[in-house]
């Protein structure tokens, strides 16, 4: 047990959010949920004791009164897509870089002791020899990528100018329970599995990934809410581990059961970054995080999810 703090966990709704509010309540922090439900639904909540507030982070009286009473801020609210964003910049743009300006100011004029910010590693590095690192030179491409270099620099400046102690973490890719309304690939793959339907690989297979269950992730963030770590400081969360497409669709194909399940090749797709995996060497060192769940495990642990609440009919709403 820890000496509680009150959380605002933006975007707490969602995917992340769910796992890590769960952490949180029961490390004994008490936690506020601001979330707009475009992705997140209150029903992965249901059961946890923690305040929902409806109310999007671009809404400045919203995110102030929002703030009232809280220590910290987790911000997880974000238009999560690649391939979105290259379709709509303008709205990630708005949600992202707009977004967590006005979650970092409102942070400033509160007064809150620390803001962690969920950021990523592969779109924002962009085309670089893995594994990448806090040393590597970032070049997005594309919007998203973009957006959250963007949010890191507000962070650091925020950090600089006014004092306000932020840490960014770049995720790798993230899957596990809660991920139902999710656009992975993994989501993607599980679903053609279901239906009987080829899994699609965009490219020739080569393309790789760095994915990290999202209990890893949520405890990451939890010990950089709990660590007095230095403001403006940016740590990679990772597996360490680099999984191309096409062993990510065998693994998938092996949790399920059906090892021969049909791949289907199409065209590779603007924005995505070709190889990525990342060392988490700095947050083992800052934080004392370490990946808990093998990939073949939490994939098998994924896919029984899956089952049990998402394809299950009388569950479906649990995605």
Known sequence: MTDGKRVLVTGGAGFVGATLVRQLVGRGHAVRVLDNYTTGDPAHLAGVDTELVEGDIRDVAGLDAALAGIDAIIHLAAAGSVVKSVEDPVTNFEVNVLGTFRVLDAARRAGVQRVVQASTGGALIGDATPPVDERSLPKPISPYGASKLAGEGYAHAFAKAYGLPTVALRFANVYGPWSGRKQGVINQFFKAIRTG???????????????????????????????????????????GVETTARDLARLCAEAAGVPDHPVEFRPSRPGEVGRNFASYDLASEVLGYAPTIAREDGIAQTWQWFLDHVFSTSAASAG
Request: net charge negative; no cysteine.
């Open 197 to 239: 339907e080829p899994m699609v690989i965009f490219g020739d297979g080569t393309s790789s990934r760095d994915y990290t269950h999202v209990n890893d992730i949520a405890t990451a963030l939890r010990l950089a809410l709990e660590s007095d770590v230095p403001g403006g400081t940016v740590l990679h969360i990772a597996s």
